[in-house]
Structures are given as structure tokens and as C-alpha cells.
């Protein structure tokens, strides 16, 4: 079955052109909307009040060493924040400095979203994910969250068990089928507790924000900077409902509301990507030849037959060092990771058109690659298709009955005919998650934080435009930036208006007209 939600895809378009205070008291150490604390920082102050148990990490030092350009270093972190004088884990951190002469408007702290995404990469592209006047102005600053590719990584199992994981039924039928999920979910979950270690139960997004304070006070600002996408929008909006008083400029782009339920999130997304895949289809119908119609329900009707038939009987792979078969859940990741960027919507059709005529499944399979950052060797570049699940189910937990999800797949199925049923059962894992982290959806305010400015895109697939109205609207000092158009997230994707309006904000402090849209 898909991944849950939050999958970020903005990292392969940018290569091409994601628990209390000691001293502080926050009833549930997993509540995103608790605030740390109200007292502003004085000047040169940088370990906060409230928060002295935590000195030796606020006021360590970062020892910077070239690595190709880029400067790396790796930041101190307690793995409990409850208990700061206990086990402490290291987080890649990566910086790439200002461009050309002017004065230094300080750090730029990115995420790409996941949860899973490498910030310590993503930082590496600076040129391509943020405009040539930020460059000028800020050293972009990556940080790998806990749990994600450098930053003790979360590994459940190898990458035999994970592409099966990754391949297995997303649609289960009957009861054979639905209980086959429940062991695979649990299977998982299992291995996840087995080999994960500690830092299993402290990866949830508010303890990332917590590194991400931490992370501010060593770079020496007094507020936090901050670009997030996807998933990031997520960690941002968390990082502010913890410390309003320490936001700097924010854009939280292709957003995902934190009161969203685990049900919303799934049903949601399935509408997001049938509307990006019927986008998908016009366009294949409009170049004419399309594989699978002449009209857009048609092509639309014929991709569903498509995977209905892979279900039962999968395609041929060739040049994968493992997998040899497309399988129904290969073939969803990569139709899904088209959605994610038009500028691959060729590559789905070209894919489309070698699976109907000669069960050839290999174009396809390439695409799901890309969607799992795997190889055809076999391998997987970075650990987002595991710790993804780790950070989710901190974050949002979703329930073990079998019946929630057969009314969930009845629901989705309604909303959104082709993604619905995938989505349905994606939040499985979750439900059998070895650790329950009490956590439960809330709305973050922020209230007294600096104006965040939020984005939305009109036919965004993973993060639907209304998640972003939804964002703005309960952030106290939202503002709300429309892209009217395709694909996943905004700024820098080739549209002059959103990239000029964030420009200025970062540079000029010029903060968008609330509703601007472009």
C-alpha cells in the first residue's frame, strides 16, 4: 500500500533543473500546540528560559569542515528531552554560504518535507530551491532530522524485506487478503521495535522542532529563518505553536493542517492525486496517441482496469537487480510520483504505452524507484520509506480494527475512485505501531508569532489546496499565497509571482497581500 502521507517529491525537482522541557511543563509530550515558552530572548541570550537544563546544548559549537563546497558539521542533541543528561545522538547538519558581497541576513534553515527527507541534500541544491536574492542574502542551512539519512538513521529492515513491503497488495479484496495486510503491517512494525532502538519512541515532529531550536540558538540567530515544504509545513507550524516568540520569516509551502485526522489525511490525499491524475490525462489526451483513451474518462477508466489487472496478474520487469515483477503496489507508487511534478507526466505516458502494448512494466517500475529513492541495483539511497512510518505514527496514530479501514476504503472510494482504495489502508502500519504516543490531531495558533506566510497549489496531489486555506486560517498570523496550477508545492516550480512574493518576503520583509494569487 502507499506510504502514509507527507511524501515529498521537491528534492528530485530540484536535482533536476520531510515530549517536555525539563524545567517546562507540557502535559503531552507529543502536543505540536504547547508552548515552550512566551518570554522573548534577550539579546546574546541563548539558552532560553525555562529551558537551563539545557544549556550544554543551546550554547555548543558547531565545527564547520569543507565538503565540497558546502560547509558540514553535526549538531548535539538528547535523545529524550526529558531527560537531557541521558543518551544524546549527532545530526548531519549542512551549510551552504551566502553568494557575492551585501550584508548577511543570517541562516535559512530548509526542509523538503517526508517525513523522512534529507535536509542536508536538499540544502546541497541551494541554487535551485531558492531564489538567486536569497542566495545573496542567507547561508542555506539543511539539518537531517532524527531518524533520517545521517542523523542515526531509523532502519527496520534490509532492502529484500522492504522492497516486498513496498510491493505488496494495497487493495486487499476479501478477508484472506485484509488479514495478509494486518501480518505484513505487523511484520514490519515489529522489525521497526527490533532494530531501531531508543530513538524509535523520540522521533516525533515535536521533538524535531525542539532540534531545530537548538539548531537556531548555535547558529547564532535569535529567531529562526525558515523555508519548509510539504511535510516541512508540518515541522514549521509545530516549531512555531512551540515558540512563537522565535519566529523569523516563515514560508510553509504545499501544507498540511496539523488538526487533520488520520482519516482525513488518507481520503484527502486520494482526492488530491485523482485530481492531479485526471489533470495527467488531459494532457496525455490533448498530445493525442494516449495509451489508454481518446477521452479523459477513458484514459481515467482504463488506467483503473490497468491496475485492477496488475492486482491479479503482475507485468514483466527487466533490469532490476531484485524485483521482476510490477505488482499493483509498485504500479500505484509510480503513477503517483508523476503526479508529483507535470515534467514527468511524459515519462508515466511513455511508461503507460510499453506496459499496454507489451506488459513491459520496466518504465513504470523506474518511477516507483524514483518515489522510493531506490536504485535498480536494488538499493535505497536514503531510509525516508521506513523512518517515514516511525515519524507518522508518533505523530498521528490510526487504529488496529480491521473495520475502521474497510469504512474508510467505503468512504475514499466515493471521494476519490482511482487513489481512493489505496490510500484507505496506507495508515495500517500505524495501527499496529509498536509504541502509542497519545498524540491526537490539534490545531496550532501560534499566537504572538511574526506573520507565516502559507502556500497552496491548486491541484497539488499529496497536499491538497484546502489543506493549505485550512493552515492559514488557524494560524494566527497566516498568510495565504494561492498557485493556481500543477504539481506539488510552489516557490521556485517556474511561476514569477510566487517566486518574486517569496523572494521579497525573505530579503525585503515585505510580507504578501493575505489571499495574493497567482
Given at each position: 500500500m502507499l506510504s502514509p502521507a507527507r511524501r515529498p517529491r521537491v528534492l528530485v525537482a530540484a536535482m533536476a533543473a520531510v515530549i517536555a522541557l525539563a524545567g517546562c511543563s507540557i502535559p503531552n509530550p507529543f502536543d505540536r500546540g504547547a508552548q515552550v515558552t512566551g518570554t522573548p530572548l534577550a539579546t546574546g541570550h541563548k539558552v532560553p528560559p525555562g529551558q537551563e537544563e539545557l544549556a550544554s546544548f543551546y550554547n555548543q559549537s558547531v565545527t564547520w569542515s569543507d565538503c565540497g563546497g558546502p560547509k558540514c558539521g553535526k549538531l548535539t542533541v538528547p535523545v529524550d528531552y526529558a531527560d537531557p543528561g541521558g543518551e544524546t545522538i549527532q545530526l548531519a547538519l549542512l551549510k551552504v554560504e551566502k553568494r557575492g558581497g551585501g550584508t548577511r541576513a543570517g541562516s535559512l534553515v530548509v526542509n523538503p518535507g517526508g517525513p523522512g527527507g534529507s535536509g542536508v541534500e536538499y540544502a546541497r541544491f541551494a541554487d535551485f530551491i531558492v531564489g538567486t536574492p536569497v542566495r545573496r542574502a542567507y547561508d542555506v542551512v539543511g539539518f537531517d532530522p532524527r531518524g533520517v539519512a545521517a542523523s542515526a538513521p531509523i532502519r527496520c529492515v534490509e532492502p529484500p524485506?522492504?522492497?516486498?513491503?513496498l510491493g505488496q497488495d494495497p487493495t486487499p479484496d476479501d478477508a484472506a487478503e485484509r488479514q495478509r495486510a494486518v501480518e505484513i503491517a505487523t511484520r514490519f512494525a515489529q522489525a521497526c521495535r527490533d532494530n531501531a532502538g531508543t530513538l524509535l519512541g523520540h522521533v516525533s515532529t515535536v521533538e524535531a522542532a525542539k532540534d531545530m531550536d537548538v539548531l537556531r540558538a548555535v547558529l547564532g540567530d535569535p529567531k529562526l529563518n525558515y523555508l519548509g515544504k510539504s511535510y516541512g509545513t508540518f515541522l514549521g507550524a509545530t516549531y512555531a505553536g512551540l515558540f512563537p516568540d522565535r519566529v523569523g520569516l516563515f514560508v510553509l509551502d504545499g501544507a498540511l493542517a496539523p488538526d487533520?485526522?488520520?482519516?482525513?489525511?488518507?481520503?484527502?490525499?486520494?482526492?488530491?492525486?485523482?485530481?492531479?491524475?485526471?489533470?495527467?490525462?488531459?494532457?496525455?489526451?490533448?498530445?493525442?496517441?494516449?495509451?489508454?483513451?481518446?477521452?479523459?474518462?477513458?484514459?481515467?477508466?482504463?488506467?483503473?482496469?490497468?491496475?485492477t489487472r496488475l492486482d491479479a496478474t503482475p507485468a514483466k520487469v527487466s533490469g532490476d537487480a531484485?524485483?521482476?515483477?510490477?505488482?499493483?503496489?509498485?504500479?500505484?507508487?509510480?503513477?503517483?510520483?508523476?503526479?508529483?511534478?507535470?515534467?514527468?507526466?511524459?515519462?508515466?505516458?511513455?511508461?503507460?504505452?510499453?506496459?499496454?502494448?507489451?506488459?513491459?512494466?520496466?518504465?513504470?517500475?523506474?518511477?516507483?524507484?524514483a518515489y522510493a529513492e531506490r536504485t535498480g541495483s536494488g538499493d535505497y539511497t536514503g531510509n525516508l520509506m521506513q523512518v517515514i512510518y516511525a515519524v507518522n505514527c508518533l505523530d498521528s496514530p490510526d487504529s488496529s480494527d480491521l473495520a475502521v479501514y474497510e469504512a474508510r476504503e467505503q468512504k475514499a472510494a466515493q471521494q476519490a475512485k482511482l487513489f481512493g482504495r489505496f490510500l484507505a489502508w496506507s495508515g495500517l502500519t500505524c495501527g499496529h505501531w509498536p509504541i502509542q504516543s497519545g498524540a491526537s490531531p490539534a490545531k496550532i495558533t501560534a499566537a504572538g508569532s511574526a506573520p507565516i506566510v502559507v502556500i497552496g497549489t491548486t491541484r497539488d496531489p499529496a497536499t491538497p489546496y484546502e489543506w493549505a486555506v485550512r493552515l492559514a486560517?488557524?494560524?494566527?498570523?497566516?498568510?495565504?499565497?494561492?498557485?493556481?496550477?500543477?504539481?506539488?508545492?510552489?516557490?521556485?516550480?517556474?511561476?514569477?509571482?510566487?517566486?518574486?512574493?517569496?523572494?521579497?518576503?525573505?530579503?525585503?520583509?515585505?510580507?504578501?497581500?493575505?489571499?495574493?494569487?497567482?
Open positions: 524485506e522492504l522492497d516486498q513491503f487533520l485526522s488520520a482519516e482525513e489525511i488518507a481520503i484527502g490525499q486520494a482526492r488530491g492525486f485523482d485530481t492531479a491524475t485526471k489533470a495527467w490525462a488531459q494532457d496525455c489526451v490533448d498530445d493525442g496517441k494516449c495509451p489508454l483513451g481518446a477521452t479523459t474518462d477513458a484514459v481515467l477508466e482504463g488506467l483503473g482496469d490497468l491496475l531484485r524485483v521482476t515483477e510490477l505488482t499493483e503496489g509498485w504500479a500505484a507508487y509510480g503513477i503517483a510520483a508523476a503526479m508529483y511534478d507535470q515534467g514527468m507526466w511524459s515519462q508515466l505516458t511513455e511508461a503507460l504505452r510499453a506496459l499496454v502494448a507489451s506488459n513491459d512494466g520496466t518504465g513504470l517500475m523506474k518511477l516507483a524507484d486560517d488557524q494560524l494566527e498570523s497566516g498568510v495565504l499565497v494561492t498557485m493556481d496550477g500543477d504539481g506539488h508545492t510552489a516557490y521556485m516550480r517556474a511561476n514569477n509571482c510566487i517566486d518574486n512574493a517569496v523572494n521579497d518576503y525573505f530579503t525585503k520583509g515585505k510580507i504578501p497581500a493575505d489571499g495574493l494569487a497567482c
